[in-house]
């Protein structure tokens, strides 16, 4: 006589949020438009090495390091956000007797000192403009507008993505996984620009 047939429960397969897979591609994509960017800017720098000697002597090094520094912060905050979102604390609250901040208080700094950044680039342009370089004086002006600005728009559509995610937050009666993924979401967005940023600066800032 065989003996029964034991219940093996089917497993679980814990599928990716498509909006998590979809968010990859798109930023895979952004990573070749950055790529793009780059060609341009070193094609235009290898034909008019005299400009660029000129270009980035006008260029305040120490501010734009400042600056970087406080959009690498953001990037930290913004993360200490999304620890708080997949440990279910939206907003501040207590934790073993101590309080902490929850993912909306986070994204708010973060928002903060992204908007710290984008005005210390729109001086950073003033500035530069005095000097008499704009967009239209150079090939090596236009490397460093497209570049920097384009990197500028990508910051400003995350600082509405975090406004966007705060007000769902605020909105729903209950912090759920949709609001987590959201977090996170915008947060892959937010170190991508940072990353991009880093490189942005090295090349832009400091390469020889």
């Known amino acids: ?31 070749m438009f950055f790529a793009g960017l780059f060609a341009i800017y070193f094609t235009l720098r290898s034909t008019s090495p005299g400009l660029w000697e000129e270009g980035a002597g006008l260029l305040n090094v120490p501010f734009a390091l400042v ?61 530069l403009a005095a000097e008499g370089l ?22 400003t559509g995350g600082l509405i993505a975090f406004l966007l995610t705060i007000g769902r937050v605020y909105a729903v009666k209950k912090f759920r996984q949709k609001e987590e993924t959201t977090a996170i979401v915008v947060s892959y967005y937010w170190h991508f620009v940072d990353v991009v940023w880093i490189a942005l600066f090295l090349v832009i800032y400091f390469l020889k």
């Not at 429960?9 to 952004?30: M, N, Q, Y």
């Not at 700094?109 to 908007?115: D, E, S, V, W």
Request: hydrophobic share 45%; proline share 4%.
């Open 134 to 155: 704009t967009i239209s004086s150079n090939s090596y002006a236009a490397a460093f507008f497209l570049t920097t600005g384009f990197h500028a728009l990508h910051v």
């Open 67 to 127: 600056n970087t520094i406080i959009l690498v912060l953001s990037s930290v905050t913004c993360q200490m956000g999304v620890f708080a979102a997949e440990n279910g604390r939206p907003f501040r609250d207590e934790v073993n007797g101590r309080k902490k901040l929850g993912m909306v208080e986070w994204y708010w700094i973060t928002f903060a000192l992204g908007a710290v950044f984008v005005s210390g680039q729109v001086w950073e342009y003033a500035q």
């Open 1 to 31: 006589m065989t003996s029964p047939a034991t219940y093996a429960p089917a497993l679980k397969v814990k599928r990716p949020e498509p909006v998590v897979v979809g968010t990859i591609v798109w930023l895979g994509s952004e990573v």
